[in-house]
């Protein structure tokens, strides 16, 4: 019997993640919403540096920073990047010299405690180099600056992009698409947050590599969908070449949500309030107010209008974020009030 997936299997992959997460009913989230069949991925505990979805991302893109004999790490992002941390934990984990591009200024407002604890105390913790930087809707541009100076300084440093998500980093949501599969074989939806495109391409593309009819959503966290759209549409057919399946791909693959966004990156909105209550209190999910709550908004936002009618088990990814949490003190306060 064939392999549908041969060729990621030949890449260069360093083990990182507690794989695979474990796929767990929500049985009172699911008769709340009136769901027969609601699961949940729990990326959440990959375990490397307080888990998360970029885990896996960095089996693969860290597996090439070694192969190209890389002695520092470039990435980055806002200042509770979900990414920044993983990065910074898995290349304390690897010996690697890591530095972190912090972007400052996309956040019109913070909470207190915005700039000192969550992700961005343990990218310190983890040892990371922080390289404060304005933000850039260019996402990746002035992390080439950082590593055009490392390498100016006669170092040899690798660009791990903007949430990890290029193809490669894409491949561990292949993967993660093939466990889905395996423990649910007639998954019909698959729902998470959409950010940085890279999980989505990933998704799609391993689903068409194994011949899976199960639809992807991606829900819109960031306020910008035809960004993320268009991102994993460049993304995933990319993936899907380095999957050999190239040819299958299309655009109409791709579907990312609207609606809840809260209007903006990192604040949240009634929705993504009530998402972070039930998920809590029915399921005893810890969510954060800016990517999983979000992603929970948009699963609870359209099973209520009727999405899943037709039938078919439906399987939300926790990606992840919970270090954001303590970020945001007043809201998470609110909702444990």
């Not at 990326?43 to 970029?54: A, C, P, S, V």
């Not at 920044?84 to 010299?97: D, F, M, S, T, Y």
């Not at 940085?196 to 068409?208: E, I, K, R």
């Amino acid at each position: 019997m064939s392999d549908a997936l041969a060729r990621l299997r030949e890449l260069p992959r360093v083990p990182l993640a507690h794989l695979p997460t474990r796929m767990e009913a929500m049985p009172r989230l699911g008769a709340h919403l009136g769901l027969a069949g609601l699961h949940v991925k729990r990326d959440d505990t990959t375990g490397l540096g307080l888990g998360g979805n970029k885990v896996r991302k960095l089996e693969f893109d860290l597996a090439a920073a070694l192969a190209a004999e890389a002695d520092c790490v470039v990435c980055g992002g806002v200042v509770q990047s979900n990414t920044a941390r993983q990065v910074a934990a898995a290349c304390a984990k690897l010996g690697i010299e890591c530095h972190l591009g912090i972007m400052r200024g996309r956040l019109a407002r913070t909470e207190p405690g915005y700039e000192e604890t969550g992700n961005i105390l343990l990218d310190r913790l983890y040892g990371a180099v922080i390289h404060d930087i304005p933000w850039d809707e260019d996402r990746n541009r002035r992390l080439r600056l950082i590593v055009e100076e490392l390498r100016a300084a006669g170092r040899r440093p690798y660009l791990v992009p903007y949430g990890a998500s290029d193809a490669l980093g894409a491949m561990g949501y292949v993967l993660a698409a093939e466990e889905i599969v395996r423990d649910c074989p007639d998954v019909a939806w698959i729902v998470h947050g959409s950010g940085s495109a890279g999980t989505q391409a990933g998704l799609v593309a391993g689903l068409l590599a194994l011949g899976h009819p199960a639809r992807v959503i991606g829900i819109d966290v960031d306020a910008q969908p035809e960004r993320v759209e268009a991102d994993v549409c460049r993304v995933g057919r990319e993936a899907a070449g380095l999957l050999g399946v190239g040819d299958r791909w299309s655009d109409e693959l791709v579907e990312v949500a609207v609606g809840w966004s809260a209007g903006a990156y990192g604040q949240a909105d009634a929705t993504t309030e009530e998402a972070i209550r039930l998920a809590a209190r029915l399921e005893a999910l810890a969510l954060d107010p800016v990517y999983s709550g979000k992603g929970m908004a948009g699963l609870i936002g359209l099973a209520r209008a009727g999405r899943f009618a037709a039938g078919g088990p439906v399987v939300w990814i926790h990606t992840g974020g919970s270090p954001g949490i303590f970020a945001y003190p007043e809201t998470m306060a609110r909702l444990s009030a």
